[in-house]
T-cell receptor
């Protein structure tokens, strides 16, 4: 069974600083995908970044980068130059490549950016 | 990014009534859609996987007779909460898989059963 662990229930970060949100995972699959989603107070889930298990380079999308350490089974999200609009819940998720390819989510981290 | 819509965004209903929630992929075809439920301050829990033209696959513990899912076309899946009760009050959110990697989520539907 797959499992996603986010150990930081909440974080406070000063505006313009970088922040790292932790995510570790457990799977016996060799092929899998890792995702980060942002959920603001409105409730919508916003896709941020994706990393495939066979991708050799860390994924980057604008201010978001994924620090993928396969041996450690970690997929931390790094947000550079944080902005007030980054305040939200952040969920790490994993998708198996076989079966129905469903996403398994972590418990989330509530990020608050302080002006 | 891809656009997924949900309707309605808010539902308040009396106990015992049925509520239908629609999930549409607006600019792509989705052979697979997913329905999640999220209670306050908790993570998303997958309820079922909806495949176009076939029966939905429900997660363990989810009553298929209570949560009816219909995926009639490549752009539309519906979730019907039958005989809703206060404990069914939650945030229901769908997602549609566009490509091999990414699921795009709808804006969610908040259901309050009185």
């Amino acid at each position: 069974a797959q499992k996603i662990t986010q150990t930081q229930p909440g974080m406070f970060v000063q505006e313009k600083e970088a922040v790292t949100l932790d995510c570790t995972y457990d799977t016996s699959d060799q092929s899998y995908g890792l995702f980060w989603y942002k959920q603001p107070s409105s409730g919508e889930m916003i896709f941020l970044i994706y990393q495939g298990s066979y991708d050799e380079q860390n994924a980057t999308e604008g201010r978001y980068s994924l620090n993928f350490q396969k041996a450690r089974k970690s997929a931390n999200l790094v947000i550079s130059a944080s902005q007030l609009g980054d305040s939200a819940m952040y969920f790490c998720a994993m998708r198996e490549f076989f079966g129905n390819e469903k996403l398994t989510f972590g418990t989330g981290t509530r990020l608050t950016i302080i002006p | 990014g891809a656009v997924v819509s949900q309707h309605p965004s808010w539902v308040i209903c009396k106990s015992g009534t049925s509520v239908k929630i629609e999930c549409r992929s607006l600019d792509f075809q989705a052979t697979t859609m997913f329905w999640y439920r999220q209670f306050p301050k908790q993570s998303l829990m997958l309820m079922a996987t909806s495949n176009e033209g076939s029966k939905a696959t429900y997660e363990q513990g989810v009553e298929k007779d209570k949560f009816l899912i219909n995926h009639a076309s490549l752009t539309l899946s519906t979730l019907t909460v039958t005989s809703a009760h206060p404990e069914d009050s939650s945030f229901y959110i769908c997602s549609a898989r566009r490509a091999a990697e990414t699921q795009y989520f709808g804006p969610g539907t908040r259901l309050l059963v009185l």
